[in-house]
């Protein structure tokens, strides 16, 4: 049955249904919200959510719960996330399936997700939803996608993610199998000779085998190829004859979506491709989107970090322009008026047209 809900309460909810029973964070506009509904819920399911005293609280519980075999996840902005980093990367290595929320105040916060802040050599599947719908199909599947591949899965979301409501349905997923976690620890094994260890460096308990560090960062970046091939996901639209396709990713990409499927009812040979997973970048959607194309465009709200990708994707085969921009509200958290369809029109069509980029609208400055 469908019910009216804010998005951060969707979100929760999914995570609940996904049977996730503990959270630990730190509010932060916008990732708030999110906090508070996991703080009311789940005392009601069994599970726990602490208010932590900063963010590096908040991961270090998280990693403790992650260490019984708990479904457990944590979040925050991207600024909030800094502070976790690295953690993360320990997390990581120490193959604990982490789930993270980044309830970003824009697009800035890419680079931070897809190359992480973090040492070593690490990847965390990145999961970017363009409306709620995705966003509650996408937080089950992290947990899955975590639990299988023993890797952290953050899931991108941002302010319209959050606070947007509709009437939806959170119903858990069915998405298989995963392995037992017997590599837990649950305390029954103290004394017995078979205790274990979790750790980011591939050590065992002292009489047992250990791989090594070496081996144990081979087999990570083995692990981290497999995923790669495994894990791509993406929506791709009206490539075939493009001459212009348009690259954007999480809400904008839903607006870019529905102005290209407008542009195309109009005659306009313009397409778009919508990474889905941001890591695993889907590279080769993009390559071959781009093939017979004049112009790809890149939709992102932020300065370019995303474009990156789309450049090591196309590889030359046509030139790739920056459409987006930095666009926010007053307050620096919200959503600017970039993201209305009518000017991501105006850019699209300029882009396809070879005409001169429209200037980046300002927002409605607050009076001092």
Not at 8 to 23: H, K, L, N
Request: with cysteine.
């Amino acid at each position: 049955m469908k019910k009216l809900m804010e998005g951060s309460e969707a979100m929760a909810e999914a995570a609940i249904a996904a049977g996730c029973r503990f959270f630990a964070g730190y509010p932060m506009t916008p990732f708030t919200e999110l906090l508070e509904h996991f703080a009311r819920r789940m005392p009601e399911v069994g599970g726990v959510c602490i208010n932590a005293e900063s963010e590096l609280e908040a991961v270090g519980m998280a990693w403790g719960a992650l260490a019984t075999g708990a479904r457990a996840a944590t979040g925050s902005t991207g600024q909030g996330l800094s502070l976790m980093q690295e953690s993360f990367s320990e997390i990581t290595l120490a193959e604990l399936p982490l789930v993270i929320f980044n309830m970003a105040r824009g697009q800035q916060d890419y680079y931070q997700s897809t190359r992480g802040g973090g040492h070593g050599d690490y990847r965390h599947i990145v999961l970017a939803p363009a409306d709620l719908a995705e966003a509650i199909e996408l937080t089950q599947l992290a947990f899955h996608l975590a639990d299988t591949w023993r890797n952290p899965v953050l899931v991108y979301g941002d302010y319209l993610t959050a606070h947007i409501q509709e009437a939806v349905e959170v119903d858990p997923l069915e998405l298989g199998p995963v392995a037992d976690k017997d590599w837990a620890l649950d305390g029954s094994l103290g004394g017995t000779g078979r205790s274990r260890i979790i750790s980011p460096l591939g050590f065992a308990k002292t009489g047992r085998r250990s791989p090594g560090i070496e081996q144990h960062l081979r087999t990570m970046t083995d692990k981290s190829r497999q995923i790669e091939a495994a894990e791509v996901r993406v929506e791709v639209g009206h490539v075939d004859d493009a001459q212009t396709v348009i690259v954007a990713f999480g809400t904008p990409g839903k607006f870019v979506r529905y102005v290209v499927n407008q542009l195309r009812a109009d005659g306009e040979r313009i397409g778009f491709v919508r990474p889905i997973t941001l890591w695993p970048y889907p590279t080769d959607a993009v390559a071959a989107a781009a093939e017979g194309a004049r112009t790809v465009g890149v939709f992102e709200l932020c300065a370019g970090q995303m474009i990156d990708d789309v450049r090591l994707s196309v590889l030359g085969r046509a030139p790739v322009v920056g459409i987006g921009g930095i666009s926010t509200d007053g307050s620096g958290f919200g959503v600017g008026p970039l993201l209305d369809a009518e000017i991501i029109r105006d850019r699209i069509l300029a882009l396809h047209r070879g005409e001169t980029m429209p200037p980046l609208p300002d927002n409605e400055r607050l009076e001092v």
